[in-house]
């Protein structure tokens, strides 16, 4: 019994078992929306990666520097990724790229620096805002184009993901060995097959790399010469290439394959590459990124032009010893 306004009030045990569930119910449904609020939050949110050691923190936007990073021994510098960085440990959170950010996401993993290879159509203002907002050093390597770009690339980001001191120097060390190498590389002391040479990056429809890429200056240091002209990065026809009549071709790849089963219609194409069996895939995980991993694309494409150049020469002593029998 309760007292209420000065009367007796009597509430039944079927009242108090009414009142009692419906206490429960409201209870478990409070317990409900709080655990669908927590695994939203949980799943939402991206908790920042710990560093141990003392240092910027840094977002790359593009997997060629993600790819230098690496090499430089900085990968552990490495707090936020691009969704094509996929070489990098899943532990370093993606937070989109120059096309599509995730601003939550980049937020989150507490940057102090971002480093980003722009498109022809520069940064977004957004992110340069977001950048000034939230104090955050914006490094921005443009082009890429050839391999004198790729250098200072290198060099540039061993600082910037740097503080000075013991780090700093040890990067910009390894930055010159990795430099060093890719010269090496680059050696046409003995050179091989000098024809014109079509290098292409997709077959449908037929991309090309073209003059002042870097692998046009590539081929140009190994001694052989681009069958195309014109600058950039190129879409041609197949009545293009037809017309070109190129010596030989490589198709660049990420990932190996044949070359009938990667060319297409071009394996069927009427043009002395292909008639002479002048034609390959040069296949490397980083052929598209330019980087100081393109040491070892520069060696498989001297070892491709040694070999068609020793194929022409006993093609060529075959058929001057098949002249003299007759």
């Known amino acids: 019994m309760r007292q209420l306004a000065g009367r007796r ?38 908790p920042p990666v710990v560093i141990q050691e003392p240092g910027p923190r840094v977002v790359s936007l593009s997997p060629a520097l993600s790819r230098t990073a ?49 498109s022809a159509s520069g940064i977004d203002p957004a992110l340069q805002r977001l950048a000034r907002e939230h104090d955050w050093s914006l490094h921005s390597f443009p082009g890429l184009n050839d391999l004198g770009d790729v250098f200072a690339m290198t060099r540039a980001l061993a600082r910037a993901m740097t503080d000075e001191g013991p780090a700093r120097d040890a990067a910009v060390a390894r930055a010159e060995t990795l430099d060093a190498q890719l010269a090496a590389a680059l050696d046409a002391s003995t ?20 003059a002042d890429t870097y692998l046009d200056e590539m081929l140009g240091r190994l001694g052989a010469t681009n069958a195309v002209t014109g600058s950039g990065w190129l879409t041609l026809s197949l009545e293009d290439v037809i017309e070109l009549d190129p010596d030989a071709i490589v198709l660049v790849r990420l990932t190996p394959s044949s070359w009938e089963d990667a060319a297409g219609a071009l394996a069927r194409l009427d043009c002395r590459a292909v008639r002479d069996g002048r034609v390959a895939v040069l296949a490397h995980p980083d052929v598209l990124y330019p980087s ?35």
């Open 9 to 46: 009030v009597g509430v039944s045990a079927a009242g108090r078992y009414d009142v009692v569930m419906r206490h429960a119910a409201l209870l478990l449904l409070g317990l409900f929306v709080g655990a669908i609020l927590v695994t939203w939050l949980l799943s939402s949110s991206t």
């Open 70 to 118: 690496v090499l430089l021994g900085l990968e552990d510098r490495l707090v936020g990724r691009s969704r094509f960085c996929s070489f990098l440990d899943e532990s370093v959170p993606v937070v989109g790229d120059l096309l599509a950010i995730d601003y939550e996401r980049l937020i989150a993993v507490a940057p102090t620096d971002l480093i980003v290879q722009p």
């Open 191 to 210: 050179p091989g097959f000098t024809g014109r040479v079509l290098i292409l990056h997709a077959v449908d429809p037929v991309g090309a790399f073209g």
């Open 292 to 326: 100081p991993a393109l040491a070892e694309v520069a060696e498989r494409l001297r070892d491709l032009l040694k070999k068609w150049k020793r194929d022409a020469g006993a093609s060529r002593r075959a058929g001057e010893g098949r002249t003299g029998e007759q």
